[in-house]
């Protein structure tokens, strides 16, 4: 049986060292606040879509990644 190996969004502002967990609602609100105009919700999915293959994106000034394994 597999265990729940749900990874977390984190993100940072690109000032910032540390990365800080955020939940999904949280990143739909800072991404909103980034593009103003844009699809949030679309691009959320794309973030956890990409991070899951271990990319760091970008949106304004906030990065967003999936957390690591450890």
Known sequence: MKKNNQKQL????IYEKSWTKISDEEAIRLI?????MGDAKGTLAYIKEAGANGKVITVGECRFKMESAS
């Open 10 to 13: 984190m993100t940072q502002f």
């Open 32 to 36: 909103d606040d980034e593009m103003e």
